[in-house]
């Protein structure tokens, strides 16, 4: 695969809403991070996903009730602040916690929602017209095999950035929500979050990832010694909040040769598309992604959660900043954040690239300046805006957004001349009758170019990640 010009060279994207469960799926679709009765965390047989009297080993959902838990709800608390190790070392989170939550599709999806089946992975769905499918970026159905070669049997999200070095350390990063491995493995091999690292930008068949080598920081995922083939979870949970299921990206972006992603603290799922948070952070790189640390001076503590106390950063207009969406353009970065789950509004901070860290160097648009305090922000697209992404775009000659609308089930390009707007929508791209099976998190790739906007979308049902793109100029 050859090479192509990057839409946002050496800086980029993404996200806003840490995708997953979108609660189109009916309760009887009856799928599962792992089939129903099989591994440690298996919901068994019997019982609806909803009251759960299934008997997986770890006693997941026992009892009756809609919300019923087992005793490993929680896991223990972890107190690591710092790059993760193997497996689920260092996350304060194991796998029976989660008890297949399933990760950042439970996530932003429900607690009653049925689960997603990566066994179940299928065919590559096909769209027609402007916006096409090319192919399965994860799972056992895709070309990259990430089953066999990653032990990611299903994953979601696909953050997309560059990570702004040149020659052949030059990559694009791509960070992955909740992932299951092998199901009958106990806790269905699952982690928080993973990466994987590609220098593919001739997308037009795909995206080519490597294979993973231990101590490679440009393989295709950062490894252990012990599982050379075992993409293991990056970021860690800080232990800070008594009450967390998982810690799942939001966003990614360079700056110079040091990496961030943006990642939130979920306390707990609630009714389809909501759910609430313990706090955002962010955590670095610098070494491509293959360690990574979280800075406690970047928590923002979600007002009026109140899981956390004797942090300075509990300040009014943080729960409007718990997921973000990151744009690096003229020496700045713009972050797009949004409350918990899919039915708030965008607002943006900016801040000097090089201060990212620094929560008192953010800047808020308050509708005609940038100004001190997240509280001052105001809302840039109304709501509802869900797993949002954002470029600039040269063929465009504009800032492009993507996101999924919830209660309208599809997904839109909006466009402005400026970070902060004015937003206007452009085109809907697809809607569910276009595209059936439950779609979310529509994210731009940095390879972009021309007039073909390409980005990764997750699919519920399978639950995995594919490549999509559109046809700038065949849009009607």
């Known amino acids: 695969m050859g090479a192509m010009s990057s839409l946002v060279r050496g800086g980029m994207v993404i996200l806003v809403v840490c995708a997953g469960a979108v609660p ?46 087992g005793s490993n709800d929680s896991g223990s608390s972890g107190s690591s602040i710092g790059s993760s190790g193997s497996g689920y070392s260092g996350s304060g989170l194991s796998a029976d916690s989660v008890n297949w939550l399933p990760g950042s599709a439970g996530s932003f999806g429900s607690s009653n929602h049925s689960n997603p089946n990566p066994n179940d992975q299928g065919p590559l769905p096909v769209l027609r017209g402007a ?71 001739e997308l037009s068949d795909g995206i080519d990832i490597p294979n993973p080598q231990y101590g490679n920081p440009i393989g295709g995922s950062p490894v252990s010694a012990q599982r050379p083939d075992f993409a293991r979870q990056i970021v860690a949970s800080l232990g800070f909040a008594p009450f967390e299921v998982t810690v799942i990206p939001t966003a990614g972006i360079a700056v110079g040769d040091t990496q961030y992603i943006s990642y939130t603290s979920v306390r707990e799922w609630g009714a389809p598309g909501h759910w609430t948070t313990n706090f955002s952070a962010i955590a670095y790189s610098i070494d491509n992604g293959e360690t990574w640390t979280t800075d406690p001076a970047t928590v923002r503590v979600n007002v009026p959660v109140g899981a956390l106390t004797g942090f300075q950063q509990i300040a009014p207009g943080n729960d409007n900043f718990q997921l973000q969406a990151y744009l690096r353009k003229d020496g ?9 789950g899919r039915f708030g509004a965008p607002r943006v901070s900016r801040v000097p690239e090089t201060q990212i860290r620094d929560l008192g160097a953010y800047r808020y648009w308050n509708g005609s300046d940038w100004v001190v305090g997240a509280g001052n922000a105001v ?22 957004a993507l996101f999924r609308n919830e209660p309208t089930a599809q997904v839109e390009l909006w466009s402005a001349d400026a970070p902060q707007g004015p937003w206007t929508r452009d085109k809907v791209l697809f809607n569910a009758v276009d595209l059936p099976g439950a779609f979310y998190a529509p994210f ?29 100029d065949a849009l009607p």
Request: proline share 5%; net charge negative.
């Open 379 to 400: 809302d840039v697209i109304g709501a509802p805006v869900g797993e949002m992404s954002a470029s600039w775009s040269p063929y465009l000659n504009k800032y492009v």
């Open 332 to 340: 700045f970065v713009y972050g797009f954040g949004t409350p918990n």
């Open 131 to 201: 916006t096409e499918t090319v192919a399965w970026v994860t799972g056992p159905a895709s070309p990259n095999n990430t089953a066999e070669r990653f032990g990611i049997t299903g994953t979601d999200l696909g953050i997309s950035w560059d990570n702004g070095a040149s020659g052949a350390q030059h990559q694009i990063l791509m960070a992955f929500g909740d992932t299951v491995g092998n199901c009958v493995a106990p806790g269905g091999e699952w982690r928080s979050n993973v990466l994987l690292r590609s220098a593919d930008v």
């Open 24 to 69: 189109l799926a009916s309760h009887a679709v009856a799928q599962g991070g792992c089939p129903a009765g099989s591994g440690s965390n298996g919901w068994g047989s019997g019982g609806s996903s909803d009251s759960g009297n299934g008997s997986g080993s770890n006693g997941s959902r026992s009892g009756s009730g809609s919300n019923s838990s």
């Open 444 to 472: 731009i790739h940095p390879a972009s170019a021309g007039n073909w906007l390409y980005f990764t979308l997750s699919l519920w049902e399978g639950y995995n990640v594919m490549l999509v793109r559109t046809d700038l």
